[in-house]
C-alpha cells in the first residue's frame, strides 16, 4: 500500500516582511509579484496554512503599491541631488571657493566693525560712511586674494549693487522692520549689504 505524501510546507511561512516572503525585492513590479505568487501557490498549494501566507503577503504588496501610486512620496535627496548638480547651480558654486582661515578671520572681523559702527553710530544722513568703507574693503578684500585690480573693481562694485538692490528688496517686501528710528531701513539694508560683500570678498574666486 503506497505511503501518502504530505504537502510541501512553504520554508518562509513565518517571515514578517510580505517582500522577503515571496521572495522578491521592493522594486519588484505588478507582474513579478503576481508571478512569484501563482509560483509559490503551485509549489505549495496543497498546504493551506502555506497558501495564506502567500496570499496575505500577495495581498499586502499590492495594497501598499496601491497606496503609493496614490500617495507618491517625495524623495527629498533625489530632489536636492537634481537642484545641486544643475548647470545653473554648478556655474554659480564653480564661482566660489573656500580660502585660508586667515581670510576668513580677517575679512569677517571688517565686517563686523563696519556693522556694529553702523548700528550704534547712526546719523541722519544715514550709514553713508559706512557704506563707503565697506564698498572699499570689499574692493581691497578681493584684490588681496586675486591680485587683480580690474576684477575686484568689476566683482566689488557688482557685488555692492546686488548686495543693496538685494537687501532693499528684503526690507521692503519680505522682512519686517528690525531697528526703530527714521533711518531702519537704511540701517538694516547695509548690514544685509555687509553680509552679502562679506561672502563675495570672501569666497568669490
Given at each position: ?23 522578491i525585492s521592493r522594486e519588484a513590479s505588478e507582474d513579478e509579484i503576481q508571478a512569484a505568487r501563482n509560483f509559490l501557490i503551485q509549489r505549495y498549494g496543497g498546504h493551506k496554512p502555506s497558501v495564506d501566507a502567500i496570499e496575505s503577503a500577495h495581498d499586502k504588496i499590492i495594497m501598499q503599491k496601491f497606496y503609493e501610486r496614490k500617495n507618491p512620496k517625495v524623495d527629498i535627496k ?128
Amino acid at each position: 500500500m503506497p505511503t501518502k505524501r504530505h504537502p510541501a510546507i512553504f520554508p518562509r511561512i513565518n517571515i514578517r516582511d510580505p517582500y522577503k516572503r515571496l521572495g522578491i525585492s521592493r522594486e519588484a513590479s505588478e507582474d513579478e509579484i503576481q508571478a512569484a505568487r501563482n509560483f509559490l501557490i503551485q509549489r505549495y498549494g496543497g498546504h493551506k496554512p502555506s497558501v495564506d501566507a502567500i496570499e496575505s503577503a500577495h495581498d499586502k504588496i499590492i495594497m501598499q503599491k496601491f497606496y503609493e501610486r496614490k500617495n507618491p512620496k517625495v524623495d527629498i535627496k533625489k530632489k536636492v541631488r537634481a537642484v545641486t548638480q544643475s548647470p545653473i547651480v554648478l556655474a554659480v558654486t564653480s564661482r566660489f571657493r573656500i580660502p585660508s582661515t586667515r581670510v576668513i578671520i580677517k575679512t569677517s572681523a571688517a565686517f563686523i566693525v563696519l556693522g556694529v559702527l553702523t548700528v550704534l553710530f547712526p546719523t541722519e544722513e544715514g550709514p553713508t560712511l559706512q557704506v563707503a568703507i565697506s564698498l572699499m574693503a570689499s574692493m581691497y578684500f578681493i584684490y588681496d586674494r586675486l591680485k587683480s585690480k580690474l576684477r575686484a573693481l568689476l566683482y566689488g562694485i557688482g557685488a555692492f549693487i546686488l548686495s543693496w538692490l538685494f537687501g532693499t528688496f528684503l526690507m521692503v517686501s519680505v522682512i519686517p522692520p528690525i531697528f526703530k528710528g527714521p533711518r531702519s531701513l537704511e540701517v538694516t539694508t547695509s548690514l544685509i549689504t555687509y553680509v552679502l560683500l562679506w561672502i563675495s570678498s570672501t569666497y568669490l574666486k
